[in-house]
């Protein structure tokens, strides 16, 4: 320890003899290791261990997968069912079911919608986090009759309450019904996102099968998460559930598709998705930054170990060993490394919180943590150990090799291994160069990936959409008529705002998500499904997403108003479904409606009608993607006062910001019916009143996220590679000033000069 500490004395003098040298290795390792260790933050924190819940990597979501048709099927049931997964199963130590919906939230005469979970009252124990104030919620709090409670989300205390703890046992009126606080969860308690959370009994009155509107004030469908035995796999659990489901599915044939399996997944795999192949690929881009920052380094130490030569041959004439030599050439390069370490974690530090401004915030889980915790901290330690042995191992090797007497007799620098030393560097140089082009060429790919993904055609203008979801009070506005009726006066004074050209009502939001089933056309028969979406809009649907009218007609108001059965087709239904012939006037039956309530069933419409296409967003396993226009799913658009089902939503074209435009719309939905709330749509976490804001967060988040990250690292590799490339110019040059100087005097022309440089740098 005493010759350790020794060496260490010695290498800080050395360092402190060349100022220079030490501040450009130290800034090149700490843009390595603060690289490196940004990333590892992510994949540990936002990957591997992103939940503060008890046993969480044990956590398991439970889901039906249709077998006949691949990334179909659902991951939600109905409380009963979960109730038997829980008591029929031999896998899992326990399971909660914890469903999702939005709540009216009434306080200072104004109204807002809030994200609420139902959960089982074996939440808390399930989860194991305590409140940060007051208590949870157990099985005395969901059984009929008990006083209703509500837990708070820390950001929601925040925003509603200023952080206040003396808000334990205030009430807040949700859903028309007064519920206690009792209690507040902490900050990295984020489970589903919600800003409330609030029991339900296992043992509640369950709904009748396809009766979407009812009067239990609970969520309708749930998740089924458990968690995992010890000695339980994946397989076994999904294989243990599926007998269950089997049964479940004799009972109730209409929730099960005809041939299905059920799958388990770990909770981070369902939550992370397939970003977690990204980080890790991105984690290995940063490996290679790091290997060219130690590459650099190695060359400077190479430099200083030329310049050194007669000081390592007189220390081994002094009876100094190669290893004795190596081991104090190593505490030069550890000291650097441990520079370069403390460097990097300020790097690291600084870089996360930018980092966490991108669109990371909102891919990563919630509740992870992303910062410089002790495993991260221990990953930095690690790897400066290992920067210490990349940058000083084969510069010490290289300096201790051959005959070191040699060194004695010469004056100054040894060429004789100067040069032996700059062929090395210049090995390292050229592949600081190989990888800084590897990462350049990954950085490509990708930029050009997200380049071609943000400019396709969507056949809309997405910038200039404002959309909103409409949300009804409970109870009301269940019938057709009485939808058509709120519409009927809401459109024409959404048409009159400043800035807005058109406005229209939709089901859902454009591009997403909207109803899809098989359709039934006389005369056309078929096996296999024809999948079709289906969109009930108004007549300004068209000219607010700008589709185009190919041949016949578009929707009236006179269609609205009578609810006429008439269907405007997009260009793939009419050319799938057709082909050559003319479709007009033609029937066709959307058979997704007859599984709606409070829609006519059993009913034809006449196509009036066809338009161009807009392209389809879909999930697609746990991603969402884009359909090319080619391949985009059949669509039919019908009038919105055939159905009273659900809640809708709006959209307009506009000539302004989207965003400057909530509160006119707010006031104007108030001055109607102040029971109705205007929502920004919620989308995986991305959301906004502009659809181009959805897109940017929900299609297009990851693929930008990773397109700045992989252009970063490039950027990084390709200048230290430019740095190492000068450093070895710079010596070589140095080395032969002498030869130079002669060559100059015989009258060789500065240009010749410059290209045999110049040459050197090329090869």
Same mark, same amino acid.
């Given at each position: ?35 490196? +260790? ?171 099968? !396809? ?24 397989? +076994? ?44 690929? =991105? ?39 190669? =290893? ?93 291994? /100067? ?194 296409? /807009? ?64 929502? /920004? ?59 130079? !100087? ?22």
């Amino acid at each position: 320890m005493t010759g350790l500490l020794h060496d260490l004395r010695f290498a800080f003098r050395q360092l402190r003899k060349s100022p220079g040298f030490a501040a450009v290795a130290i800034l090149t390792l700490a843009l390595g290791i603060g690289a490196s +260790t940004i990333i590892f933050s992510v994949v540990y924190n936002g990957v591997l261990h992103p939940f503060p819940y008890r046993s969480a990597e044990r956590l398991t979501v439970i889901s039906v997968e249709d077998v006949q048709q691949p990334g179909r099927g659902h991951g939600m049931y109905h409380l009963d069912e979960v109730a038997a997964m829980r008591k029929g199963n031999h896998t899992f130590e326990d399971i909660l079911a914890y469903g999702l919906w939005y709540v009216v939230y009434a306080h200072a005469n104004t109204t807002e919608m809030v994200k609420g979970v139902g959960a089982t009252p074996n939440a808390m124990e399930f989860w194991g986090v305590p409140p940060l104030l007051g208590r949870g919620f157990g099985e005395q709090d969901a059984q009929s009759g008990a006083p209703l409670v509500v837990l708070l989300n820390y950001r929601f205390w925040n925003r509603e309450f200023h952080g206040d703890p003396g808000i334990l046992g205030a009430t807040m009126m949700l859903n028309g019904k007064a519920r206690t606080i009792i209690g507040v969860m902490p900050p990295r308690f984020q489970a589903v996102g919600a800003d409330l959370y609030m029991p339900v009994s296992w043992t509640r009155p369950e709904p009748v099968r !396809g009766k979407f509107e009812w009067d239990v004030d609970d969520p309708l469908f749930f998740w089924a998460t458990g968690i995992l035995k010890r000695d339980a796999s994946l397989g +076994t659990a999904a294989a243990d559930i599926d007998v269950i489901a089997r049964q479940l599915a004799l009972v109730h044939p209409d929730d099960y598709p005809k041939s299905f399996r059920v799958t388990a997944r770990w909770l981070n795999d369902v939550v992370v998705s397939d970003f977690k192949r990204t980080l890790f690929l =991105l984690f290995a881009a940063v490996a290679l930054l790091l290997f060219i920052s130690c590459s650099n380094v190695a060359g400077l130490l190479l430099a200083q170990a030329s310049a050194r030569t007669k000081e390592i041959a007189l220390r081994a004439a002094l009876g100094a060993g190669r =290893l004795r030599l190596i081991r104090q050439l190593l505490s030069e390069s550890l000291v650097l490394a441990g520079a370069g370490c403390v460097a990097g974690c300020l790097f690291a530090y600084a870089g996360l919180k930018g980092v966490m401004l991108t669109q990371l915030a909102t891919i990563m889980p919630m509740e992870a943590a992303i910062s410089l915790n002790r495993p991260v901290l221990f990953f930095a330690v690690g790897i400066s150990l290992v920067a210490t042995l990349l940058c000083g191992l084969a510069p010490a090797l290289h300096a201790v090799r051959g005959d070191l007497q040699k060194g004695l007799a010469s004056t100054g620098v040894n060429v004789d291994a /100067a040069f032996q030393h700059s062929r090395f560097r210049s090995g390292l140089v050229i592949g600081q160069v190989a990888l800084s082009l590897l990462l350049l060429t990954c950085a490509g790919l990708v930029t050009r990936s997200f380049f071609s993904l943000t400019h396709v055609d969507l056949g809309i203008q997405p910038e200039n959409i404002f959309t909103a979801e409409i949300h009804f009070p409970k109870g009301r506005y269940t019938k057709a008529e009485e939808k058509s009726a709120f519409f009927g006066r809401l459109l024409p004074q959404l048409d009159s705002v400043p800035g807005v050209v058109s406005a229209t009502e939709m089901i859902g939001m454009p591009l997403f998500f909207a109803p899809r089933g098989d359709v039934t056309i006389p005369g056309k028969p078929h096996r296999e499904a024809w999948e079709t979406r289906v969109e009930l809009c108004s007549e300004g649907y068209f000219q607010t997403l700008g589709l185009h009218l190919l041949h016949g007609r578009l929707l009236t108001d006179n269609d609205i108003f009578s609810a006429r059965r008439v269907v405007v087709v997009n260009e793939n239904l009419a050319r799938k479904y057709f082909g050559g012939e003319d479709p007009i006037g033609r029937q066709i039956k959307f058979n997704v409606l007859d599984e709606i309530p409070e829609t006519p069933h059993d009913a034809y419409f006449e196509i009036v009608g066809v338009v161009s296409n /807009a392209r389809n967003y879909a999930p697609e396993g746990d991603t969402i993607v884009l359909k090319a226009a080619e391949v985009a799913d059949p669509e039919g658009f019908l009038p919105y006062s055939f159905s009273g089902f659900g809640d809708r939503a709006i959209a307009m074209h506009t000539h302004t910001p989207p965003v400057s435009l909530v509160n006119n719309v707010r006031q104007i939905i108030w001055s109607l019916d102040h029971d109705v709330v205007l929502v /920004a749509p919620d989308l995986g976490g991305a959301t906004g009143f502009s659809l181009a804001d959805v897109l940017g967060g929900l299609v297009y988040g990851k693929p930008k996220f990773s397109a700045i990250a992989f252009a970063s690292c490039a950027g990084l590799g390709f200048a230290l590679a430019l740095v190492g490339l000068f450093s070895v110019m710079t010596y070589i040059v140095s080395l032969q000033t002498h030869y130079i !100087g002669v060559r100059l005097a015989l009258g060789a022309p500065q240009l010749a000069i410059l290209r045999m440089m110049l040459k050197r740098a090329w090869c």
